[in-house]
C-alpha cells in the first residue's frame, strides 16, 4: 500500500514558479513508476509528467515542455514538479500518481492517486 500526499499548490502569477511535492508512504516507492496529472474544472484529468523508477528517464505532456520539470528522490520517498513560466491554462488541481510502469511515455494503470493541491495562475 501506498499513499501519497502533494503540496506545495498555491495562487501565482503569470511567468512565476511553483514546486510541488508528493511525499509517499511505504517501504516500495522506488519500485513504481511516478507521474504528475492534473485537473481543470470542467475538464478531464490529464497527464502532465512521469518520471521512471530510477529517475533516469522522463516524459512530458506537449503543453509542459520546457516548462515543468518532474524529479524523484528515492530516499526521501519524494516526487517533485517544478514549474517555471507558468500559464493562466496551467490552472488545475494536480495529483500525484504512482504505477508499477511507464507504457507509451505515460504512466500505464495507475495504482495510487494523492488527494491532489490546487493551483492557480493568475493573469
Known amino acids: 500500500q501506498v499513499q501519497l500526499v502533494e503540496s506545495g499548490g498555491g495562487l501565482v502569477q503569470a511567468g512565476g514558479s511553483l514546486r510541488l511535492s508528493c511525499a509517499a508512504s511505504?517501504?516500495?516507492?522506488?519500485?513504481?513508476?511516478m507521474g504528475w496529472f492534473r485537473q481543470a474544472p470542467g475538464k478531464e484529468r490529464e497527464f502532465v509528467a512521469v518520471?521512471?523508477?530510477?529517475?533516469?528517464?522522463?516524459y512530458y505532456a506537449d503543453s509542459v515542455k520546457g516548462r515543468f520539470t518532474i524529479s524523484r528522490d528515492n530516499a526521501k520517498n519524494a516526487v517533485y514538479l517544478q514549474m517555471n513560466s507558468l500559464k493562466p491554462e496551467d490552472t488545475a488541481v494536480y495529483y500525484c500518481?504512482?504505477?508499477?510502469?511507464?507504457?507509451?511515455?505515460?504512466?500505464?494503470?495507475?495504482?495510487?492517486w494523492g488527494q491532489g493541491t490546487q493551483v492557480t495562475v493568475s493573469s
Open positions: 518520471i521512471s523508477r530510477s529517475g533516469g528517464s522522463t
Open positions: 511505504g517501504r516500495t516507492f522506488s519500485s513504481y513508476a
Open positions: 500518481a504512482a504505477a508499477q510502469h511507464i507504457l507509451n511515455r505515460r504512466l500505464a494503470g495507475v495504482d495510487y
